[in-house]
């Protein structure tokens, strides 16, 4: 029966419900401005509200008005505030509960630059928030706290109890494998930069605290950079040659679905300067770059665990109770959130951009869980909230589900500069404030009897008073009375048997006057010592007396010394105070031009890489350059040799003008001149061929790139001549206005026709038929003119339409004629062709058109092909 459930999935152990919620509480502190000449944008109105102004020359709404917004936070710090009254508001509550058992969260967030680090650290004789909580926990638990390795952490989130042998055992045994014993000096050394970080008047406790339990502090310090996890506190082997690059670490649950870093290394401390140094321990390993908006900018969020495990005394009230559910642990985590950035400002490049991206993208994951913890809480729906999109939310799961108070310092800059950021970064803390969180339940009371470590404490008081007291002594008095009743004679029997008995009584009497004389005696000796002991008495009294006033004299001139020593303290301890600032400042500027050096070598190693990239571009360039040089010396002589060629196609072209225009006169005067003889009866002499140029004196042609001025005939369908369109019909003659003049001897002529550069409705009713002229390049390069015809048809709604029937292409065409001689006027020509007789009549030479190729070698004179002209009708 049990085997059943034998392997079920353990339960989820069941929190004690609570209705109680609190909402995250939200803190504002304005940083001073840095220079006097700044613009500043932000203005305290009162004790928790801010307001926005927009610095000149920032546009916020359309209209270019002033926008002012105002914001409201549980209170806000102003630029005067000390680091003392911000965590009396702020961590003075998180460090009561942490000591009275209850979890807290507290982080810092802004723009980068607004002086989180300095809230969180702080500076030499300015405590931060994380000194001063350490300061307060040890205040209050130091008295009670139990010895080390009484407390033990085991690997999965967890605390065991070790009774004082085996912590003793355990404290030997690590002492010993300690390769280089700490020396009291090197225990009492003090960073320079931690020291003095809080005045002793500045000291604070915890009202409260369970003096019946027994305490133990740990610490353990984290990054996140680049959204993975790494241990600060990790102990590494440096190597100088080629150092072990960090592990990074996971996040786990442990049994009560508590997030934890697995692996993370958790210091026992014991004291508040010792929780400081093994901190700044750490921090001298987090993640800082130069920017240019900040000089030490945080380039990864830190992570500061405190953990207090507190378990009951026994009933005793002298050992810890040796029972692990009776361990309560609480812990408090400071984190100080790196800030966003805007990269065209930050100046980042490489590795920066990168860190900055991650640093934007974990922020943004914030938001959005906070959006949808707010959207679920006051519209009543389930949305998961993406906490495992992020490491930073991933490991504060808890808080947000009712672990522990969650508290937020949303630190400003009031520059103007930092305005846009500003603006989101009030609006995100304006949106966290309404989120609430479950309030924790406090810790059950173990049961035993109260007051047990005050009682135990008495009781050890005593003994020790009886061990130094020992037995009772007898007095002085005691001892002169034993010894004055031993030195008397014994008294005589006194008992009268007889009465008549004489001897009885006078026996007696000499007895007693014995005694008497023998008390007499003593009498005397004890006035005799009594006054030689008041003679020592006045004389111990007048030695007394004497030494008083020597011990005077000697307190008077040790007041002096005590006086000449304490000045000299003083100057000590200032010299030793300039010494540690110097050092302080020594410090500083050795990491400031550790800093340097590691972006000259950066800046150094992006110039190099730049000067290889220049020059590989400069090889570059003048390779394109040789290339281009050869590219456009041959583009030049090609077109010198085009224009060449152009400027002799136009030459040959205006000289076949020329001649054309002196045939044509030729010819008419040789018509008048025969219209002349025909009335005659003897026709006159032939005149002369005209003489053929010689090829010397024509140059060859060459093809021009250019359209010939010449059109060539050739329509596309026989059935439709050009004689049709010039008929009775009325003709819509369409010509954009693109259309470009050829200067061509046969030129598209359409009588009866209405010409337009774009038909319309008007034109359309008037004409029965339609044609486009359209002019386009053809395949060869020379200009094609297309006359598309068509028919006006009457519809049925009253319009027009054109339906297309025919295309007429005109092309130019430059050809090379072989040159021929005029026939001779005497015999026909063999293939039977027209006569010369037929060319002598008048009607017939006026009824043929002469047409003349472009670039022929035709001349006044020559042979022409006859077109016969289309009469009209």
Not at 773 to 794: M, P, R
Request: glycine residues 6%; charged residues 30%.
């Amino acid at each position: 029966m049990n085997r059943q459930g034998k392997f079920r999935t353990p339960r989820r152990p069941k929190k004690p419900l609570n209705n109680q919620k609190d909402p995250v509480g939200v803190y504002c502190r304005v940083r001073p401005l840095g220079g006097g000449d700044e613009e500043c944008c932000i203005e305290v109105i009162s004790s928790t509200t801010i307001q926005l102004h927009a610095p000149e020359g920032f546009k916020v709404n359309r209209n270019g008005e002033y926008k002012e917004t105002q914001y409201s936070f549980k209170k806000v710090f102003g630029v005067s505030v000390s680091q003392v009254e911000l965590f009396e508001h702020v961590a003075r509550p998180l460090v009561d509960d942490l000591i009275h058992g209850k979890n807290g969260l507290l982080f810092t967030y802004g723009v980068t630059g607004s002086g989180k680090t300095f809230t969180m650290t702080g500076s030499p004789g300015q405590g931060g928030l994380l000194p001063r909580s350490l300061d307060m926990i040890f205040n209050s638990i130091g008295p009670y706290q139990a010895k080390r390795y009484v407390f033990k952490t085991d690997d999965k989130n967890g605390m065991e109890i070790q009774c004082e042998v085996d912590a003793l055992l355990e404290r030997q045994r690590r002492e010993n494998n300690l390769s280089v014993p700490k020396t009291p000096s090197s225990r009492q050394r003090i960073e320079p930069e931690i020291v003095d970080m809080i005045a002793p008047e500045e000291a604070c406790k915890a009202d409260g605290v369970d003096e019946d339990s027994s305490y133990s502090v740990f610490v353990s310090y984290i990054e996140i950079y680049n959204n993975y996890i790494y241990d600060l506190l990790e102990e590494t082997q440096e190597e100088a040659v080629k150092p072990k690059p960090p592990q990074s670490k996971i996040l786990r649950e442990d049994q009560n679905h508590n997030m934890y870093v697995a692996g993370c290394m958790e210091v026992e401390v014991k004291s508040a300067e010792e929780a400081f140094q093994v901190f700044w321990r750490g921090q001298k390993k987090r993640k800082v770059a130069n920017t240019r908006l900040n000089r030490e900018s945080s380039r990864s969020h830190s992570v500061f665990i405190i953990k207090l495990a507190q378990a009951p005394l026994d009933e005793d009230g002298d050992n810890v109770l040796q029972d692990k559910n009776q361990v309560n642990v609480s812990q408090l985590c400071l984190v100080d959130l790196a800030g966003s950035e805007r990269t065209g400002r930050t100046g980042a490049e490489g590795t920066r951009i990168r860190e900055a991206g991650n640093i934007n993208q974990s922020l943004l994951n914030l938001r959005t869980c906070i959006e949808i913890l707010r959207e679920n809480q006051m519209c009543g729906t389930n949305k998961m909230v993406p906490y495992r999109d992020s490491k930073v939310t991933h490991l504060f799961k808890n808080y947000f589900d009712g672990e522990g108070k969650v508290r937020m310092v949303v630190c400003v800059n009031p520059k103007g500069e930092d305005y846009e950021e500003t603006l989101l970064v009030m609006r995100f803390a304006e949106m966290t404030q309404e989120v609430e969180v479950a309030r924790p339940v406090d810790r059950p009371i173990c049961g035993l009897t109260p007051g047990r470590r005050h009682k135990n404490q008495a009781f050890k008081e005593e003994l020790c008073k009886l061990d130094e007291r020992g037995a009772p002594v007898e007095t002085d008095l005691t001892a002169f009375l034993n010894n004055l009743v031993l030195s008397l004679p014994p008294l005589p029997s006194c008992e009268l048997t007889d009465p008549s008995d004489d001897v009885t009584l006078p026996r007696l009497i000499e007895a007693l006057h014995n005694r008497q004389r023998i008390r007499q005696t003593i009498i005397e000796e004890y006035n005799r010592a009594a006054n030689t002991m008041k003679s020592l008495l006045q004389e111990l009294d007048s030695n007394l007396i004497s030494k008083e006033n020597f011990i005077h004299e000697q307190n008077g001139k040790l007041i002096e010394k005590d006086k000449l020593i304490q000045n000299n303290m003083a100057e000590i301890e200032r010299l030793e105070k300039k010494t540690k600032m110097q050092e302080h400042k020594m410090d500083i500027l050795q990491k400031t031009t550790k800093i340097y050096e590691e972006d000259k070598r950066t800046l150094q190693q992006e110039l190099d890489t730049r000067e290889h990239r220049l020059q590989r571009e400069l090889s570059d360039k003048r390779r394109l350059e040789q290339r281009m040089h050869g590219v456009v010396s041959d583009t030049q002589h090609k077109w010198e040799k085009e224009c060449e060629r152009r400027v002799n196609a136009m030459q040959l072209e205006m000289q076949n003008k020329l001649w054309v225009k002196d045939e044509k006169l030729k010819q008419l005067k040789a018509i008048v001149v025969e219209s002349k003889a025909s009335t005659r009866p003897d026709p006159p002499p032939r005149q002369s061929r005209l003489q053929r140029p010689s090829r010397d004196e024509c140059p060859p042609p060459k093809r021009s790139a250019s359209p010939s001025p010449l059109p060539t005939t050739t329509p596309v369908r026989p059935l439709h001549r050009r004689s049709r369109s010039a008929g009775a019909e009325k003709w819509v003659d369409h010509k954009p206005t693109s259309s470009l003049d050829l200067g061509t001897v046969l030129q598209p002529v359409i009588p009866n026709s209405i010409q337009v550069s774009a038909p319309n409705e008007k034109a359309l009713s008037k004409c029965d038929r339609y044609v486009l002229t359209h002019q386009e390049v053809a395949s060869d390069g020379e200009v094609q003119t297309k006359l598309i015809k068509g028919e006006v048809i009457k519809t049925r709604g009253g319009g027009q339409a054109v339906q297309f029937t025919d295309i007429e292409t005109l092309k130019q065409e430059l050809t090379t004629v072989p040159s021929r001689k005029r026939k001779s006027s005497e015999g026909v020509s063999p293939s039977g062709d027209q006569q010369e007789g037929d060319w002598t009549d008048v009607e017939t030479r006026c009824s043929v058109a002469v047409e003349m190729r472009a670039g022929s070698n035709m001349g006044p004179g020559y042979e022409h092909h006859g077109i016969t002209k289309r009469r009209k009708p």
